[in-house]
């Protein structure tokens, strides 16, 4: 099996900063790509943001785009979202993803809040 723990929420002011972080381990596997989500209350799960993990190609949903950043360091298999600029609306529980199978993300973390205050 395959575990992701996500690391980083809090709570912060609005125009602060935040980088949350997922460490993937467990048996071995192959690594395509890894993301977030994330799901605010009372709304659908939404796409943020992904990477691919040999190319480094980077993927992010319209409204992070310009704030968040997402990185990777392929010899710790761990991702990095850095979130800059955060507005109220980024409050939401945010979900590291992992796809260990083309077209899929198979694997998901327990989730890690981010509060955002006006």
């Known amino acids: 099996q395959v575990q992701l723990v996500e690391s980083g929420g809090g709570l912060v002011q609005a125009g602060g900063s935040l980088r949350l972080s997922c460490v993937a381990s467990?048996?071995?596997?192959?690594?395509?790509?890894m993301g977030w989500f994330r799901q605010a209350p009372g709304k659908e799960r939404e796409f943020v943001a992904a990477?691919?993990?040999?190319?480094?190609?980077?993927y992010y949903a319209d409204s992070v785009k310009g704030r968040f950043t997402i990185s990777r360091d392929n010899a710790k298999n761990t991702e990095y979202l850095q979130m800059n600029s955060l507005k109220p609306e980024d409050t939401a529980v945010y979900y590291c993803?992992?796809?260990?199978?083309?077209?899929?993300?198979?694997?998901w973390g327990q989730g890690t809040q981010v509060t955002v205050s006006s």
């Open positions: 990477i691919n993990w040999s190319a480094g190609t980077t």
């Open positions: 467990g048996r071995t596997f192959t690594n395509i790509a």
């Open positions: 993803v992992l796809s260990t199978i083309r077209g899929k993300y198979d694997y």
